[in-house]
């Protein structure tokens, strides 16, 4: 009787040993799925900013939209739109490496991709490569940068 008792409490004993194991698992689970649906949540909500300044200057979001004349530094024939023009695009670089960082394994480099393509004739400018904007973002925004230049 004494030895049946025995078998059942370390049969008791595993099970607990395994169901502790599978709550932890599923603990640490469920924390890397929030963790990266908080970085998606403020990915997401960085390019949505850029989305309304976009809406708000569409002229910048596509400079085909006025006259863009590096030479000149101007937009549509003004100084002070050429320099809104700049903030523009810095910002949109900004937010687009900021996206990619905080949500790396999503396609916020299919979306930069496409975003910065509006954009390169600016980027492929002798202007713009004077300028030394590119040493000022991370590895993988150069690259694109680098890839509109070349397109």
Known sequence: MMDGLVDWV?????????????????????TV????????????????GQCDAALANPKFSNP???KFDLRDKTYNGEKTEFER???????????????????PYQQWR???KT??????????SDYYARQGYVSHY?????????QQRAA
């Open 64 to 66: 085909e939209l006025g």
């Open 115 to 124: 975003q910065l393509s509006n954009h390169k004739h600016y980027f492929a």
């Open 85 to 103: 023009y700049e903030w523009y695009v810095a910002r949109l670089v900004y937010v687009l490496d900021g996206a990619m960082r905080l949500a």
């Open 33 to 48: 799925a929030g963790a990266l649906a908080k970085r998606t949540y403020w990915a997401t909500m960085l390019y949505a």
């Open 138 to 146: 991370s590895p993988r925004m150069r690259k694109l940068i680098q």
């Open 10 to 30: 370390a049969h008791i004993d595993t099970v607990v040993e395994w169901m502790s194991t599978f709550a932890a698992v599923t603990l640490f689970v469920a």
């Open 110 to 112: 299919a979306v930069a």
